[in-house]
């Protein structure tokens, strides 16, 4: 069965200094990956689908072009519409109940600087009511998106990963802002932030796909049960901080399937005052650093009530390993049985 997905509003904008384009009923949006591979990533071409009486003014205003493909069969009394679409990624947006995810649709392969923009929601938004200022925020986005890129999805802990603490271990998503947790040094440092976003399997690329470190994968009986984190989240292994990708071997470390992931899952990351070293289900693993964008986490707007701005976090000082062809012989030798490891098609990284 084709990829798809169903969104409950969306946003049309035209280039820059044009105003954000809503029509005032939320039509349901469906979309459909052209090619069948289980994902949609960026630059992926897909087909919208609505229900309207007429063209849909916000793909018009995006510069799409939208077909009639008649009468619903359903008997709604309106047409039905379609159009082609690539898929770009997504992009945070502020509104009246807070960060909410966009996801960004336009007429060329490739993101343009300056262009038009179908941003699609999952959630259903009055935006001539509370939400104008969901409207407005993307109206600032289109006129500086040459400086503010779309998201890079964050490296993260999921739901079930255990931090240690003083008081014995806690599940990332039980941790609160201000309580105090481990380092790998022993050291206790207060948790200045957790970074929570919903992932959408069939927008997963292959850098948010979950990797699984069995129980004693990394030697030592480390971690001390199953552990789980996305595929560019920073474990420490012998002075380096390596990304879960690059430690696969096709055995006791390995990406989930994503027949095994539910359509939305919810990821983690705990920030402390300097780039540190926790330990996650006993193993070492890094905390947030920000090159990773805080806007992209759904709580986002929860730091800036906080925090008032953003602040930079030195990293630690320790070699980063992000690919396996990167990794000493001797951690993969102590990684084996098999060296023959398959990532999720290479070909389609984003």
Avoid at 11 to 22: C, H, L, M, W
Avoid at 109 to 133: H, R, S, Y
Avoid at 165 to 185: N, Y
Avoid at 263 to 288: K, M, R, W
Wanted: charged share 20%; hydrophobic share 40%; with cysteine.
């Amino acid at each position: 069965m084709p990829t798809t997905f169903h969104f409950e509003s969306q946003v049309g904008i035209g280039p820059k200094n044009t105003p954000a384009f809503a029509a005032p009923t939320n039509f349901d949006v469906e979309i459909t990956a052209l090619i069948d591979d289980g994902s949609i990533l960026p630059g992926d071409e897909i087909t919208l689908s609505q229900l309207d009486f007429g063209p849909p003014p916000e793909w018009t205003a995006a510069g799409l072009t939208p077909v009639n493909q008649g009468p619903d069969p359903g008997g709604s009394g309106v047409d039905v519409y379609t159009a082609s679409a690539f898929y770009y990624g997504t992009r945070s947006f502020f509104s009246s109940t807070g960060n909410q995810t966009g996801f960004i649709f336009g007429a060329d392969q490739v993101f343009p600087n300056e262009n038009e923009f179908l941003i699609l929601f999952d959630n259903n938004f009055d935006f001539f009511g509370a939400d104008t200022i969901l409207l407005n925020d993307i109206e600032s986005w289109n006129q500086f998106n040459t400086f503010q890129p779309l998201l890079i999805e964050p490296a993260c802990f999921l739901a079930g990963s255990t931090i240690a603490t003083p008081g014995g271990s806690s599940a990332v998503e039980d941790l609160r802002i201000g309580q105090p947790i481990l380092t790998a040094d022993g050291r206790v440092v207060p948790v200045r932030w957790i970074g929570r976003q919903i992932i959408h399997r069939s927008f997963s690329g292959s850098k948010a796909q979950p990797v699984r470190l069995r129980a004693g994968a990394l030697g030592d009986g480390l971690p001390h049960s199953d552990l789980t984190v996305t595929a560019d989240h920073g474990m420490i292994l012998d002075g380096l901080v390596i990304n879960a990708s690059a430690l696969v071997n096709g055995d006791s470390i390995g990406f989930v399937p994503q027949a095994e992931l539910p359509e939305q899952f919810t990821v983690y990351h705990v920030e402390t005052d300097a780039h540190d070293v926790i330990l996650a289900n006993g193993a070492p693993s890094e905390t947030f650093i920000d090159y990773r964008d805080r806007r992209a986490f759904d709580n986002f707007d929860e730091y800036l009530d906080l925090y008032g701005v953003e602040r930079i976090i030195p990293e630690m000082a320790r070699p980063r390993i992000s690919s396996r062809r990167m990794l000493p012989q001797e951690i993969r030798n102590r990684l084996e049985p098999d060296d023959a490891l398959m990532a999720p098609d290479l070909t389609r990284l984003a």
